[in-house]
Every structure is written in C-alpha cells, then in structure tokens.
C-alpha cells in the first residue's frame, strides 16, 4: 500500500483526492491535513510516496513543508505534487525547479489530472519505492511509457525516470539536473515540432504576441489530424550506462540544423537540442528526424547524498585492501558506506561485496551489541565511510525518532529479500534433486 499525504483545506482539492484514490483503493491509502505541524510530522514517521501541496490553502505553510522535506533529501524526496490558484503562480512555483517537485498545477487542472497521475503510478510501481528498499534484480531493466502531448505527462515521465535513476545511485546530484534538462527538452521538441507540427517560427510568433504556449500546445492537440498522436519512451537500464530512446508520430524535422545551434546563441528559443548534446554520450536522430537516442555513463559504487544525520560526521577514506573491522573484535560502531566496495569474510573466506546499494557495513553488531560476525576489507579505490559510533547514533535518534523507524523498515525489508532469496535457491536446488533422482 502507498501512501499520499494531501496538505489542504480546499474542499475542491480534498474531493479530487478523494475521488482519484477511490480508483485504487487496494494501492493507495490518502491521509489529509489541514495543519502544518501535523503534516510535517506525518512526512517525517509515515514517509509517503506521494505529498500533496496546497498552496490555495489559508493556513497550511507549503513553504515551511516544503523546506522540511529538502533539509533531509536523503529520507525525504521526490513525489510531491504543488497545487497553485492560477497559471502565473503555477509559473513562479516551476522558476524554483525543486527536483522533488513533480508537478506544479492550477485546482482545475488538480481536479483534471490528479487521477490520471495516479493510474501513472499505479502502471509504473517501481518508480514508488522508498531509498534503500529497491530489489535491481541484475542490474538491468528495461521499459517503455506511451504518452500523448499532454506536458504534464512529459514532466510525471521524466522525473519518474531521472529520480529513479538518482536514488537508486545510478547518477549523481549535478548529472540528474542535466538529465531532466535534455529529457525535458527532447519530449518538447517531440510534442511541439513533431506530433503537433509546430514551427519554430510559428512559436517565435506565437511568443512574441504575448501568447502563453500552453494555450498554443492545448489548441494544436484538439485537432483531429493531430489528437491521437503519441509519444513513445524507451530505456535500457544497464550496469555501466543506461540509454533512452524518444520517438514521435510527427513528419520529422531538419535536426542537422538544430544541432548546429550554440547554447550562447541570442535566438529566445531552439538552442535546447545543442545544450542538451553536451550533457549527454551519442545522441542521434533517425534520418526522418522523429527518433532520438542517447545514453548516459552511470555512476559505479558511488552514493550520491549522506543522511541527513550523519553530515555532522566525516568521511574516512580507506586504501585497497584495508582492514575496516575484523571478525570477533569487540566494536559496535555503524558504518554508512558512501561509496566504493567493501569485501566480507567469515572465517576467512569470502561470503560477499557490499556496495554504497546496501547502505550499511556493522549493523547486526550495532543492533545486538556483539562482537563482529566478519572481517570487512575495501576493494579497490574511492572506498569511502562514515563511521558513526553507536552512542552518537542512539543520541541523534532521539532527536530524529523518524529515522529509526525508517532504518526498522529498511532492515525488515532486506530480511525479506533474503528470505525470499533463500526459498528461491532452495526451490531451485529442490528441482535439480528431483531431475538427479529421476
């Protein structure tokens, strides 16, 4: 079950919830508010995939919410929906680009959409997951949206993919802003200039006449030559890299010319596809001009953001082959691992590799206040941990008491997983029995 937290008291924008959770009521589970402090507190225990922002509401500091989910983006990101009174607060709310801003609507469109945005999610589970409880079977997926030209489906699908992407430690802080800006940019060209048939021309006019281009883009998507076109996205999640493929039902346009654009150029549009060319590996266009490949480099071992409680500590820097704890030794001190690979060994034999994706080295030690189960060796270069003494870490979360809820939640899911792992294996090793007995 998911969670929603919706901060209002806009009797319009709680029957719109209502009504939209009402279309998954075995999925979602909506809690509503109307008090600051009460909302914060919730986020803070309850950490809900979706938050709901209200600004039309008296009473309810958005602001203040707001401030508190990115004072700690490691426990609290992504998902959060800004519900404005017109469309120039809608454009001032999108100025600020907070990257855990998902979608930034009028009431109207909120009524509209918001169960929409829900089925989205519902279609695409994997993309609500809370830091640190994602299973990457492999380290390779693949998959495929379908969309039309409506611009609140191209901002739901590229921060789905680019938060993805960043909290499941494949990009880092600055690469994820670049990503949301080439993806951004290569769905409008394909809305714009491609399904909708919209010359750079025709825009310049258009803009230049005080015209608001959402209006433009709503016009173009009611005519029936234009209506049922849609966008396709792909990508391939890999190890090393991930690629992304954007096609368009559109005639295509003159790319080459576009490419040749610099980013410094004084034109108020049509530099994106250049900029968004220095940011990425091997983007290309098909010969017609409607299909957009590129890729990314992914980061390896490398965890992009510390907990929020554990910045006042620093990084310790360990050599390859280094001894971080050794098997027996009296010592409960919690290690976050922030990036590089870290070797375990049980009775001197190799068991297996920890990464930045499994959060922690010590915590069994740290838990049961026993001596270490193995000895743990860095591997290779970049090895970096913050080492938390256990008396420390039991005086931040008493002052943070939501963190140890959510390190509960993580640890009871990894003995899921790998109880889950286990009756696998053991099924699997049932099976070859059987053949072997046959």
Not at 55 to 66: F, K
Not at 301 to 317: H, R, W, Y
Request: net charge neutral; proline share 2%; with cysteine.
């Amino acid at each position: 079950m998911k969670k929603i937290v919706v901060a209002s008291s806009n009797k319009n924008v709680i029957s719109a919830a209502k009504k939209a959770n009402s279309l998954f009521p075995m999925f979602f589970s909506t809690t509503f508010f109307g008090n600051t402090d009460s909302i914060i507190s919730y986020i803070n225990y309850e950490m809900p995939e979706i938050k709901v922002l209200d600004y039309t509401s008296e009473g309810i500091d958005c602001a203040q919410i707001l401030e508190s989910i990115n004072a700690d983006a490691w426990l609290h990101y992504g998902g959060i929906i800004a519900v404005c009174k017109d469309r120039e607060s809608v454009r001032n709310m999108e100025m600020l680009k907070d990257s855990n801003i998902i979608s930034v609507m009028t009431v109207s469109d909120f009524e509209d959409h918001f169960g929409r945005l829900l089925r989205i999610l519902y279609q695409n589970q994997k993309f609500l997951f809370t830091r640190g409880m994602q299973d990457i079977i492999g380290g390779q997926e693949e998959g495929r949206f379908v969309c039309g030209n409506d611009p609140m489906d191209i901002r739901f699908y590229t921060n789905f993919l680019v938060s993805y992407l960043f909290t499941t430690n494949r990009i880092s802080l600055d690469d994820r802003d670049c990503l949301q800006m080439t993806l951004m940019e290569l769905l409008t060209n394909a809305v714009e200039h491609g399904n909708l048939n919209i010359s750079y021309k025709e825009k310049t006019d258009w803009l230049m006449n005080g015209g608001d281009m959402m209006s433009l883009l709503k016009q173009r998507s009611e005519d029936p030559k234009y209506r049922d076109r849609k966008i396709r996205i792909s990508y391939a999640i890999r190890k090393n890299v991930s690629a992304f493929r954007i096609e368009d039902d559109g005639d295509g346009f003159d790319w080459r010319k576009m490419l040749e654009k610099k980013s410094g150029d004084s034109e108020m549009h049509g530099r994106g596809i250049s900029l968004s060319k220095q940011f990425v590996k091997k983007l290309a266009y098909n010969e017609k001009g409607n299909q957009v490949t590129f890729s990314i480099a992914n980061s390896v071992n490398t965890s992009n953001s510390v907990p929020g409680i554990m910045k006042p500590f620093d990084a310790i820097e360990y050599a390859d082959k280094e001894v971080v704890c050794r098997q027996d030794e009296m010592s409960n001190d919690l290690y976050f691992i922030v990036s590089g690979q870290f070797a375990v060994y049980v009775n001197k034999k190799y068991t297996t590799l920890l990464t930045p994706n499994d959060m922690f080295i010590g915590e069994m030690a740290f838990l049961l206040n026993d001596r270490r189960t193995a000895t743990v060796r860095a591997v290779g270069s970049n090895c970096k941990l913050i080492k938390v003494p256990k008396t420390a870490f039991l005086s931040l979360i008493r002052k943070n008491p939501h963190y140890g809820i959510f390190l509960s939640k993580m640890l009871a899911q990894r003995l899921e997983n790998q109880a889950q792992t286990t009756y696998a294996v053991e099924q699997k090793l049932s099976e070859i029995q059987s053949v072997i007995h046959k």
